[in-house]
């Protein structure tokens, strides 16, 4: 197991810090290479992925410390273009550590698809026929994918939802409620949905239109769960008690004024986001799934919950739909996603979803506490500093100096780093 203790990372050159994480996570030399140079995904087997293919966009590529999962300790890739979140989760993962890091835990991969029926004038009866012959619906489904049968998965169920006074009529909804294994599913539920139509035709009278998964994937949930005393939450300026309430006040706020609870849970994502893309996995099923699984009371609402234990601990939960795979769509054709996985020594797709999760936990609370506290330009403005000073042309290590610059004067501008570097350039 990996130790997933990164201090002073930061310090480290790029190369540095590939030969430690390729030393911790057992990389070949092969894998160690495809981090060190650009080109990691080869053009030939871009234009096998996409259509129009003409390039490869590259992201930068981090890797988050200090993360225990379930008493385990977890190094994170995380993909993703916005500065200071990779280093507000290590930073987290490193309070939570203290007080035993992150519990996680999941449904199974279970997936739902949908078949919509119309021309039904009996809805209610056609909802009786499917259930009579659930038993021969479910074999239909599971004739096609032997490979998932022999995996343990397959359609294990049927749910009928009426719609009786739609504006087109009578709708009435089938879903096929599917163990997808290790897949994200999306394609295997479709196939599914599309073989059992003639049958579902036969039964109702009806005509079968859309079959397609949905992305409200609430029979697939991944949690985590986390607490923190207010020793280690405590800084220099406040007192851990302080910080303890301002989350929970800052929580309060999502959860209550959607205006809020919009900026709250892409807070989340920005840990989530990073971990689907890195590990080749469909970011947009996932944000799809979180943003209705917010809004499943009708209220969009926040993702997580943070409140206080007896002891005065702060305690935080996330609870959120979790699509991703170990296998299918990119996950085996880009080469940077296996390696992900392997540098976070994931072997399930459960598992994989618990540990996005974790992140995206440790993500709200270091959103949570800067906000609640200092604001979330100090910490989030020094790192976009750099940013700011490559677009006025700095380089090297005219870089951090005009970014170190700016941060100091709280002065994060294109017009004051091009200033600077001019100044710089002159001496
Ligand atoms: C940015 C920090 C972490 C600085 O916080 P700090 O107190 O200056 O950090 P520090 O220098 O004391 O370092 C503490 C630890 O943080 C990590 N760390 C610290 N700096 C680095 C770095 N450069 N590179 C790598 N890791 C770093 C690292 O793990 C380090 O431990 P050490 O290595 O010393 O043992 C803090 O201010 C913070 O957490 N801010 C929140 C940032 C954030 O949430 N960013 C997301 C983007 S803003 C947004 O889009 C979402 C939002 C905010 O709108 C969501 C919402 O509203 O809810
Ligand atoms: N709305 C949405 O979110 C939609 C998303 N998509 C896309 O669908 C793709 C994901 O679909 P998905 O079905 O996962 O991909 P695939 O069909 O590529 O992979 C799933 C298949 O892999 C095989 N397989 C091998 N090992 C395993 C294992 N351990 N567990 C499970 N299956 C295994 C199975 O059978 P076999 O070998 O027989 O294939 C299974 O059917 C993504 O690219 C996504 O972007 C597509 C449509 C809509």
């Known amino acids: 197991m990996a130790d997933s203790?990164?201090?002073?990372?930061?310090?480290?050159?790029?190369?540095?810090?590939?030969?430690?994480?390729?030393?911790?996570?057992?990389?070949?030399?092969?894998?160690?290479?495809?981090?060190?140079?650009?080109?990691?995904?080869?053009?030939?087997?871009?234009?096998?992925?996409?259509?129009?293919?003409?390039?490869?966009?590259?992201?930068?590529?981090?890797?988050?410390?200090?993360?225990?999962?379930?008493?385990?300790?977890?190094?994170?890739?995380?993909?993703?273009?916005?500065?200071?979140?990779?280093?507000?989760?290590?930073?987290?993962?490193?309070?939570?550590?203290?007080?035993?890091?992150?519990?996680?835990?999941?449904?199974?991969p279970i997936m739902r698809a949908q078949v919509q029926i119309l021309g039904v004038t009996d809805p209610y009866g056609a909802r009786l026929a499917l259930l009579k012959h659930r038993d021969e619906i479910l074999s239909v489904a599971n004739s096609r994918d032997k490979v998932l049968i022999g995996l343990g998965g397959g359609c294990r169920d049927i749910e009928i939802h009426v719609f009786p006074d739609t504006p087109r009529g009578a709708m009435v909804v089938m879903h096929l409620i599917v163990d997808v294994r290790d897949a994200m599913g999306a394609n295997t539920v479709n196939t599914m949905a599309e073989s059992v139509s003639p049958l579902v035709e036969k039964l109702t009278g009806g005509q079968v239109r859309l079959r397609i998964l949905s992305n409200l994937a609430d029979l697939r949930l991944a949690r985590a769960r986390v607490r923190l005393t207010p020793e280690v939450l405590k800084t220099r300026e406040r007192s851990g008690e302080e910080i303890v309430e301002g989350v929970i006040d800052a929580y309060t706020f999502a959860a209550v004024d959607p205006y809020r609870a919009a900026t709250h849970n892409k807070g989340i994502m920005n840990g989530i986001d990073p971990v689907i893309v890195a590990t080749g996995n469909d970011w947009r099923a996932v944000e799809a799934g979180a943003h209705a699984w917010a809004c499943r009371s009708g209220h969009y609402s926040s993702l997580t919950t943070w409140e206080k234990d007896t002891a005065g601990a702060l305690v935080g939960t996330i609870e959120m739909p979790m699509p991703v795979g170990l296998v299918g769509g990119a996950t085996k054709t880009h080469p940077l996603a296996q390696l992900s996985l392997k540098i976070m020594g994931v072997k399930t797709a459960q598992q994989l979803g618990e540990v996005a999760v974790a992140v995206g936990l440790a993500q709200n609370l270091g959103a949570l506490r800067a906000l609640a506290t200092e604001g979330i330009q100090r910490g989030h403005m020094a790192l976009h500093a750099r940013n700011i000073a490559l677009v006025a042309g700095a380089t090297g290590d005219e870089i951090d100096t005009i970014a170190k610059q700016m941060a100091a004067e709280h002065d994060v501008r294109t017009d004051r780093a091009v200033a600077l570097l001019e100044a710089l350039r002159r001496k």
């Open 5 to 108: 203790r990164l201090p002073n990372f930061r310090a480290l050159t790029p190369a540095q810090r590939l030969d430690h994480i390729a030393e911790a996570a057992a990389l070949t030399a092969d894998e160690k290479a495809l981090l060190s140079q650009p080109g990691a995904l080869p053009l030939a087997r871009a234009d096998g992925m996409i259509e129009n293919v003409i390039g490869t966009f590259e992201l930068p590529f981090g890797v988050a410390g200090n993360f225990q999962i379930n008493g385990q300790d977890v190094l994170v890739p995380m993909a993703v273009e916005e500065p200071s979140i990779v280093a507000a989760a290590s930073f987290m993962a490193k309070l939570a550590r203290e007080s035993g890091g992150f519990e996680t835990s999941s449904t199974g």
